[in-house]
Each structure stands twice: as C-alpha cells, then as structure tokens.
C-alpha cells in the first residue's frame, strides 16, 4: 500500500508521494565527487612538487650571465697577451721580435698558454683560454666553489664561426687559419633546469689589454 503525504502547507501537495535518494544515485553522487576532489589535489600535488622550478632556472641564469660576463671582458688578441708586442700586433702572421705589427714570439691560440682559471699569477687572460675549461660545478674568478650551487654543472664551449651582417662579414679564420671571430656558449644544467647562453667576440687592432 502506497504512503501519501497528509500533510498541509507551501510546498506541500496533499497527496504526492515523498521520494529520498536511492542508493545508486548516492554511489554514483560519491563517485563524481571523488573524482573531482582527486583530480584537485592532483594539481595541488604537481604545483608544491613543481613551485620551486622558477628558482632553479633563474639561479641557472644568473651563473650563465656570470660566467659569459666574465669571458666576454677578457682581450681577444692576436698574440698572447703575455707577448711583449700584444698591445700593437695587427695580424697573426710569423713571430718577429723587432716587427711591432706581428707577435714577438707567442701567437695566440685556441686554449690557454699554461694559464690556469682563477691563478694569482697565470690566470686565464684571453676568452680563447676557455675553450679548455673543464666542466664542473660553478666557481668564481679564484677558482673555488661558490657554496649552495654544487647541484649545477658549467660547460664552456669557445669556437670560431663566422658572423654576417648587413655591413659586412667577419670571417671564421684568418690567412693563417687562426680564428677571427668566436662563439662563446656557456650552458648550464642542475635541479631540471637547463639555461644555454651565447656570445659572440672579434679580434680587433691595436688592442687594449687588462
């Protein structure tokens, strides 16, 4: 026998039936609202797990500028700027120790002369010099490690490659296949992040030096 509401007021019909929920209507109510609150703290998850990724990428930045900032400032000279006539050499042709326009006796070259990052007396002084850096944790123009960034790895790469432009073009090399403008790349990576930088140099004549 069916139960009729007796009752009386706004909202009421005398006589219509009063129906709950069923129980798959709840199952399937729970199941929609897992799924929601699921999905919600999966995202809260990969936000906390992710929050710090802006961080590691700006430190990375900031260690690339450093060290591009740092090799683009050296002289990019024709001799080593060791070499008596360093400062006046226009060329990279044969040594000779009375001709002011050639080297003395040390023509610069791809890698360092005996020169060591972060010495107090033979540090690196031309940008060519850190075509031999090895790659390593982050150091400072001393050579010791700055402390907090051991999760970073620098890597230098200096190469010859020509630059154009609307002016002109710089070629790779010179008559005496020694390179005339450089790529400087410094890449670093830590913490999955990943920043690569490039700079680009030209010999010039005379040349100031440090």
């Known amino acids: 026998m069916a139960d009729f509401c007796s009752g009386s007021g706004p909202g009421v019909r005398a ?37 710090a990724d802006p961080l590691a990428q700006k430190q990375a930045l900031a260690i690339a500028e450093a060290y591009l900032e740092e090799i683009l400032a050296l002289p990019f000279t024709y ?26 006796s040390i023509i610069e ?6 020169e060591i990052r972060g010495s107090g007396t033979t540090p690196y002084d031309n940008v060519n010099d850190y075509s031999s850096l090895a790659a390593g944790v982050p ?8 402390g907090g960034l051991g999760a970073y790895t620098v890597v230098v790469a ?17 008559a005496n296949a020694r390179p005339l403008s450089l790529r400087v790349t410094v890449t670093v990576t830590g913490l999955d992040a990943t920043v690569r930088l490039d700079g680009y140099r030209t010999r010039y004549a005379p040349n100031a030096l440090p």
């Not at 006589?15 to 609150?37: D, Q, T």
């Not at 001799?79 to 003395?104: F, G, I, K, L, Y």
């Not at 200096?158 to 010179?174: I, K, M, Y």
């Open 79 to 104: 001799c080593d700027p060791d070499d008596a006539n360093a400062a006046t050499a226009q060329s990279t042709a044969a040594a000779n120790p009375v001709d002011p326009t050639r080297c003395a």
């Open 158 to 174: 200096v190469a010859p490659e020509a630059l154009t432009a609307n002016t002109g073009t710089v070629a790779e090399t010179d």
């Open 139 to 146: 150091t400072n123009v001393d050579g010791a490690a700055i």
């Open 15 to 51: 006589g219509s039936r009063i129906r709950g929920v069923s129980l798959p209507e709840l199952i399937i109510f729970i199941a929609i609202l897992g799924v929601g609150l699921a999905g919600i703290i999966g995202v809260m998850n990969y936000t906390t797990r992710h929050s």
């Open 109 to 114: 070259a791809m890698g360092q002369e005996g």
